[in-house]
């Protein structure tokens, strides 16, 4: 590695520099720079082989054996650490001693046998002046500390390089693979750094049916976590992997086929080394339910889910507990490790609330737990078993000194074990000994994302004991985790028929039990036919369930069992439905199990509904369910309320194809009336039994119910197939769903097209929610079917796809250029999308475009994007207005139009825009020209207002114009996709109406003549007034001037290759933080090659040539790596010479 200075005082005086290179001393290219809190970097060490350049009087130059570095964000004093010779103790130089405190700064290179300083930067850290210098520094500390001269320098510029070692030929090695107690995920751990995308489900494999949805790689990059589908508890299974990669030049595979077991549920190592899970032990039964990778800035606001495990979001989940127990861990500066675990009895019943307690948890506790066991290694901590007088104080908000609760032993004056919640957002999570007067653990000022966290285990030796303003996460420690587990309680049993006759009951909570009447009054008192209710503190659920058992004279009992996604969250409302209690809906996800002859039985039926209500009803099918008579009580009934005292229905249905049946139902059960009851469709009369009044017929009647406890933030839901876009290449299909996808849906036998067309490859768009298929040539205006089956989605349920999913789509043919040929500019772009609009829209699934190559693109950047409106009304006239731009997103999804699928919702200023238009629009009604400072966009499919929210120079607050505000709270209704040039108060075009379905679209150029109310044409609705009505969308290639966003660093750059023909090629590139990749050939993207390698299967002699890959950061971050060339060798003629 290597590091180049150069500084320079005033333009005419000469540059200064020197280049140092020495062996490398981390294999962390992170770590190379400024040495940061947040890079955790410390290095005081030896380094070895220096080579030095410079051109500065008096420093040694030429080759080094040995050197030595001061690389630290905290103060330092003149101590000599190491030892050195010739160090002076007194000054500041070659060997000093880093303090660990405060924030000083030093990034020093010596050579010490020289006794000199190679080069210096301090004193950064701060926001006052650094010190820089190169060579020893003339006068007072010889490593420039105290000189504050960064002033004295027009220039003064740090580059930090690498040198790439090709000579690693080994593959990663698997170390081990972890269950967790959910048995819904494995943590598979390697020896080395990975590639990026080596976390990829399709190279991994387990056994025994389980199927693996998703794979993340951790931040250690030597770490991949894999989302499966349900493990066996009692099966041990074997993990097989091929083709992961590390991160090396060489991306070397590990070798296919490569298999260990899968090792059992078990606590993290460090709680079984340090407290121990055997009988006993204090770990003894616990469960990990979160695990937190502690940051030194918080985050935990922002972050969709900061933890590293996180089990409140998988099923099934933990139903109930009576310990919670937390394990901090700190690894400090100098290696020591620290560590507290500390459990007490259950202080509430939601797990979603026992960890950071920010404010989407809504967990605030200020109060006493007991039975409090605590064991740690840190010196004055009272370890013990079952003691009194332990309190919380977790909360997100500010607080003082106060002892609100009035906490034995607290100070009114001292943060610590007793203080007040005040409003306000910094953040405390302490448990406290009070009894000890000590804090156990403390985590503070993570209120409000990007401060510095406090954080401790025992009270802090200097000023406040709870840690409060400590701000010491990163200047103290290097490691921070915390585990919080709960003590899980044995589940009720199941009532004895369901255990025997359904095992997918397992796991079901046992809610109620009712004993059924002959006659009932269930709206005004249905607790009164309860034989079993378990409702108090029931955990949030994602299923419900019903049991009907019915037995007549001699005959067999008959039995049901109908389970499906949770309809509502009120588990008083999922019982016998009395006052208040109406649900006419379909549900998703329906299992039926019985033994009744005729029933459909099978699992996640997506044709289910339910009728629950105590009122009367009528035949009328007033939800629409497919099949269902309007003259027949069935499973499509209506005109029923949830407010009056009638005939009562409680029906569960399938309403589907070769099914059509009720699946068990009660009515008739106010007012003291006999019931009717039944198991399938009635054999005579009405199906739904509304008319049998039969209960006295059967000897036993016994309905119960159950609930699936789930996570609050459980998603439940199956992804939907929204639309599907052919490429105008007519050899690429974009099927795009409405939520992001399991990697392991981009999988070519899960798509089956229709006639006669091939899949030949599947991959997944950067925004995770298109599948791109590759497939054998479509043929244009041919009108094609896709089927879907085996997509799952990204959530940690991995919920599949509902059978049966298809949709139609054309493939598309020439579009018409329109007057694009007119403009001077369109040359320089490409088309993005072409949309004729109709005289009536449905675009809340996506517009109908001919044309949308956004599906396909090439996560290539493009610095500007261009809009053309083109209309002929019905009279002939014909205008067009085109409006190019800087770009605004790095997104060519987000810049058509803002429908709700595409989640676009911008409304903003853009710059430097070009403006053409037809004769009877330039300068008339649109002002044209190029190089216009500024305008602004108002994109979105809601509705909005008149209120100027954005301040828009001369837009109005009462009229629609180009200054409107945007309504948040609906999420499609009006729409808006307008373009305006504030500066001459106009609007250049716009397309209005269109955010829900079945809307007449309003459209314009220029500002709506005579308009006193909405210039913006917001409430016209003239489609129909045209004959054509073209939106042409364009983006121009090239990359931002102003780019926002991370910028991705590559590490590896890929390396140029020579093969013979039919052999193969691995280019590779490594970079940590990058988003996305893109390969090119000659400059041109390799569809679907979105990987960080590329490998070239089998190459002909058209392979040869450039490779490079676009590496994507965040926002419209990206740079292009170097290119290497792959040379094909023509085989040759083998001729035998004896």
Same mark, same amino acid.
């Given at each position: 590695m290597a590091y180049y200075l150069e500084l320079q005082r005033q333009p005419e005086d000469d540059l200064q520099y020197?280049?140092?290179?020495?062996? =490398?001393?981390?294999?962390?290219?992170?770590?190379l720079g400024i040495p940061n809190l947040a890079s955790g970097v410390v290095y005081q060490q030896?380094?070895?082989?220096?080579?030095?350049?410079c051109n500065v009087d008096g420093v040694v130059t030429g080759d080094i054996s040995s050197g030595?570095?001061?690389?630290?964000?905290?103060?330092?004093?003149s101590g000599n650490k190491l030892g050195?010779?010739? =160090?002076?103790?007194s000054k500041y130089d070659f060997d000093d001693t880093c303090s660990f405190s405060a924030n000083y700064s030093c990034m020093q290179v010596h050579n010490y046998n020289a006794r000199q300083t190679l080069f210096a930067i301090n004193h950064w850290s701060s926001g006052d002046v650094i010190d820089i210098g190169i060579g020893n520094r003339p006068?007072?500390?010889?490593?420039?500390?105290?000189?504050?001269n960064g002033g004295d320098f027009t220039v003064k510029t740090l580059y930090v390089l690498v040198r790439r070692d090709a000579s690693d030929t080994t593959p990663p090695v698997p170390l081990s693979a972890q269950a967790d107690f959910s048995r819904r995920l494995v943590t598979v751990s390697f020896s080395e750094l990975l590639a990026p995308s080596s976390a990829d489900p399709r190279l991994f494999t387990l056994d025994h049916g389980v199927a693996i949805f998703d794979a993340t790689l951790e931040a250690d990059f030597r770490t991949i976590r894999l989302l499966t589908s349900q493990q066996p508890a009692d099966v041990a299974l074997t993990l097989t992997i091929t083709g992961v990669r590390d991160a090396s030049p060489n991306a070397n595979a590990v070798a296919p086929g490569t298999a260990l077991p899968v090792a059992a549920p078990a606590l993290p190592p460090e709680i079984i080394t340090n407290i121990g899970t055997n009988a006993g032990d204090f770990a003894s039964g616990y469960e990990c339910v979160y695990t937190l990778d502690i940051p030194v800035v918080g985050n935990f606001n922002a972050a969709a889910d900061p933890y590293r495990v996180n089990r409140t979001r998988t099923t099934p989940v933990i139903d109930t507990f009576d310990r919670i127990a937390y394990y901090l861990e700190l690894t400090k500066k100098d290696g020591t490790v620290q560590y507290l675990w500390a459990s007490m009895d259950a202080f509430t019943t939601d797990r979603t609330k026992i960890a950071v307690p920010t404010l989407a948890s809504g967990a605030i506790f200020q109060q006493p737990v007991s039975n409090l066991d605590v064991k740690s290694n840190v010196d004055g901590i009272v370890n013990g078993s079952g003691m009194a007088g332990g309190n919380l104080e977790f909360w997100p908000h500010n607080y003082s000194a106060t002892n609100a609760a009035a906490v034995p032993g607290a100070s009114d004056t001292t943060y610590d074990f007793g203080d007040r919640r005040d409003p306000g957002g910094h953040g405390s999570m302490q448990l406290h000994n009070s009894a000890a007067a000590q804090t156990l653990f403390a985590m503070n000022n993570w209120g409000v994302d990007g401060n510095t966290l406090a954080l401790g285990i025992g009270n802090r030796p200097t000023s406040h004991p709870d840690w409060t303003f400590a701000s010491n996460a990163g200047s103290d420690y290097t490691r921070r985790t915390m585990h919080v587990l709960v003590r899980p309680t044995a589940a009720p049993p199941l009532p004895q028929p369901v255990a025997e006759n359904v095992p997918d009951a397992q796991g079901y909570r046992h809610v109620y039990t009712f004993d059924l009447p002959v006659c009932g009054s269930f709206f005004t008192s249905a607790s009164t036919y309860t034989v079993f209710a378990d409702t108090n503190n029931l955990p949030p659920y994602s299923r419900v369930a019903y049991y009907l058992e019915l037995q007549a004279g001699t005959a067999p009992t008959q039995w049901i069992w109908t389970a499906m996604d949770a309809f509502t969250d009120d588990p008083s409302k999922i019982g016998l439905p009395g006052t208040n209690c109406f649900f006419q809906t379909r549900v998703t996800r329906l299992d039926v199990r019985s033994n009744v002859g005729g029933i459909v039985t099978g699992t996640d039926i997506d044709t289910g509904n339910i009728e629950f209500w105590p009122s009367n009803y009528g035949k009328g099918n007033s939800i629409g369910i497919p099949s269902a008579s309007n003259s027949t009580y069935d499973f499509g009934d209506g005109s029923a309320n949830g407010s009056q005292n009638g005939h009562g229905s409680m029906q569960v249905h399938n309403h589907g194809a070769g099914a059509a049946q009720t699946l068990f139902a009660l009515s008739n059960f106010n007012n003291n009336n006999l019931l009717s009851i039944g198991i399938g469709n009635r054999p005579t009369g009405d199906p739904d039994w509304t008319f049998a009044y039969n209960a006295e017929s059967y000897n036993h009647r016994r309905l119960y119910v159950f609930v699936l406890c789930a996570g609050s933030t459980a998603d439940l839901t199956r992804p939907t197939l929204l639309n599907a876009t052919a490429s105008l290449t007519l050899d690429q299909i974009a099927l795009g769903f409405n939520e992001p996808l399991a990697d392991s849906s981009a999988t070519p036998t899960f798509f089956t097209v229709s006639p006669d067309v091939t899949v030949l490859d599947a991959w997944l768009s950067p925004n995770k929610r298109d599948v791109i298929l590759r497939t054998s040539p479509l043929t244009a205006g041919q009108l094609y079917s896709v089927s879907v089956t085996g997509v799952r989605d990204r959530s940690f349920n991995a919920n599949p796809v509902a059978p049966g999913t298809a949709l139609s789509f054309r493939a598309p043919v020439p579009y018409p250029i329109g007057p694009l040929a007119d403009i001077p500019e369109y040359g320089d772009y490409e088309l993005v999308s072409y949309l004729p609009v109709s005289n009536t829209v449905s675009y809340v699934n996506g517009a109908n475009y001919l044309v949308?190559?956004?599906?396909?693109?090439?996560?290539?950047?493009f610095d500007r994007v261009a809009y053309c409106m083109n209309l002929v009304d019905t009279n002939g006239v014909h205008k067009w207005v085109w409006v190019s731009m800087d770009a605004y997103t790095n997104d060519l999804s987000m810049i058509g139009v803002p429908t709700a699928d595409r989640g676009a919702r911008l409304q903003q200023y853009v710059s430097n825009l070009t403006v053409y238009a037809s004769a009877n629009v330039a300068d008339i009604s649109?002002?044209?020209?190029?190089?216009?400072?500024?305008?602004?966009?108002?994109?979105?499919?809601?509705?909005y207002g008149a209120g100027n929210a954005l301040n828009i120079p001369g837009a109005s607050g009462s009229r629609y114009d180009w200054g409107d505000t945007i309504d948040a709270i609906t999420t499609v209704g009006h729409g808006s996709m307008q373009v305006h040039n504030f500066a001459q108060g106009q609007t250049i075009f716009s397309m209005v109406s269109f955010g829900s379905n079945n809307r007449t679209p309003g459209l314009g150029i220029g500002n709506k003549p005579n308009a006193s109310n909405d210039p913006d044409w917001t409430f016209t609705y003239n489609a129909r007034e045209f004959t054509t009505k073209d939106i042409y969308i364009l983006a121009r290639r090239g990359v931002p001037a102003t780019p926002t966003g991370t910028r991705p660093g590559i590490w590896n750059q890929p390396r140029s290759l020579k093969i013979r023909i039919g052999e193969d090629a691995l280019f590779s590139v490594f970079s940590p933080n990058a988003t996305g990749f893109q390969w090119r050939h000659n400059g041109t993207a390799?569809?679907?090659?979105? =990987?960080?390698?590329?490998?070239?299967?089998?190459?002909?002699?058209s392979a040869d040539g450039s490779y490079d890959v676009v590496v994507y950061g965040t926002g419209s971050q990206a740079i292009l790596s170097q290119s290497a060339t792959l040379t094909v060798i023509h085989g040759g003629t083998v001729m035998w010479l004896k």
């Open positions: 020197v280049w140092v290179s020495m062996d =490398a001393f981390t294999n962390r290219a992170d770590k030896f380094v070895s082989n220096l080579h030095v350049v030595n570095i001061e690389f630290w964000p905290y103060n330092y004093t050195l010779p010739g =160090a002076n103790s006068t007072d500390h010889p490593d420039w500390t105290f000189s504050g949308d190559e956004s599906r396909f693109q090439q996560i290539q950047p649109v002002s044209t020209g190029t190089g216009i400072l500024a305008g602004n966009i108002e994109f979105w499919p809601n509705n390799i569809p679907g090659a979105t =990987a960080s390698w590329l490998q070239l299967n089998n190459v002909k002699k």
